[in-house]
């Protein structure tokens, strides 16, 4: 297969298996944050009533563009200026229930952004201290809270790899950016006891961990693999290892590393939905194949990889895969069947195109 490659940016790789449903009323915003709650987070694993109860009342959309009101409900992140993207609604609030955030809490969130994750933290802590290095952005974001009344938010615009050490210790601290690794300033002003979550690695292979601090020691849990839009400023100048754009790869092709064993979830391979790494004795190389089963309708089983690809200097990708499957039928829509998808993002983190490989059937 050969996907042709327009312009520098990056890629996406999407293995998906849909099943079909009809889709919900587009013009009611409490109806799509209810059923953004129950299709995308609740069913995926969320538990915690409070931050379930966040975010059914959290108003997405109002974080976003007037053009991109039509998809804030949908699990996706979505561009919002200046390179940065607002997280998907299920990463929001896996990372807020993995942070464990209680009434007298004061939190620490590196990254603002759209002011999304602030405003769903604040029914749920007592404080909310976010930094936003890119002054737009984090101009705009203060400006969406106030507007929203979110008054334990309090937010300025720096480099969070500095933190903000004048309201230090914190509780608890979040990072939505992702560094090679821990920023120093971070560790210092994480209180005895405290949880950091945080994504850890390289460009496009990171993973996203919890550390809990214990006498004044960082104690290391990896919860998934991600993707996050990197930590610049004082942490990008610091980062030893930078992507070769010119010589695209996957990395874990052939599913071989987890994560955990116990939950059998392939490391490089984020946002996995009903899908894991398992043995397989007809594996076409090593011994575990990807293995996705869907019996819910209108619930997507899929994985996702980035890597970076310069279309100035990339002609043609080369992707090689092979496909096994039993009862497999596409839905009613287009867009319901197996395939592979390649989506293609520019520099701003725009879409620019994609190419779908497959309806599979079997």
Not at 224 to 238: D, K, R
Request: contains cysteine.
């Amino acid at each position: 297969m050969n996907a042709w490659v327009q312009r520098t940016g990056w890629c996406g790789l999407l293995l998906c298996l849909l099943a079909t449903t009809p889709l919900f009323a587009a013009d009611k915003y409490a109806r799509q944050r209810e059923e953004m709650v129950r299709r995308y987070v609740a069913a995926e694993g969320v538990r915690n009533a409070r931050v379930l109860s966040a975010m059914r009342a959290t108003r997405r959309h109002e974080f976003l563009p007037n053009d991109l009101h039509d998809r804030a409900y949908f699990d996706m992140a979505l561009p919002i200026g200046h390179g940065q993207t607002i997280s998907p609604p299920y990463i929001v609030a896996f990372m807020t229930e993995q942070l464990n955030p209680q009434p007298d809490d004061r939190v620490l969130e590196i990254g603002t952004g759209s002011g999304y994750q602030a405003a769903v933290l604040s029914p749920l802590v007592k404080d909310v201290y976010s930094i936003e290095i890119v002054e737009p952005l984090g101009l705009r974001a203060a400006e969406t809270l106030k507007r929203l009344d979110y008054q334990n938010v309090h937010t300025k615009v720096g480099d969070g790899y500095l933190g903000w050490p004048e309201h230090a210790p914190f509780n608890k601290i979040i990072v939505t950016c992702s560094p090679e690794n821990i920023p120093k300033p971070l560790e210092e002003q994480l209180a005895e006891g405290g949880m950091l979550i945080i994504p850890v690695g390289e460009r496009f292979q990171q993973t996203l961990y919890r550390f809990t601090k214990v006498n004044g020691k960082l104690q290391r849990e990896a919860l998934q693999s991600t993707f996050f839009v990197p930590m610049t400023g004082e942490s990008e100048s610091q980062r030893q290892v930078l992507p070769d754009n010119s010589k695209p790869q996957l990395a874990h092709g052939g599913f071989e590393e987890v994560l955990d064993e116990t939950t059998a979830d392939p490391d490089g391979w984020y946002y996995v939905r009903e899908g894991h790494a398992v043995a397989a004795n007809n594996a076409p190389e090593g011994q575990r194949v990807m293995e996705f089963e869907n019996k819910v309708m209108g619930r997507s089983a899929h994985a996702l990889q980035s890597f970076g690809v310069d279309g100035q200097r990339v002609r043609q990708l080369k992707l090689g895969f092979h496909v096994d499957g039993q009862r497999i039928r596409p839905g009613r829509q287009k867009d319901q069947a197996a395939r592979v998808i390649l989506e293609f993002y520019g520099e701003d983190r725009g879409p620019v195109g994609n190419v779908a490989i497959g309806s599979y059937q079997g």
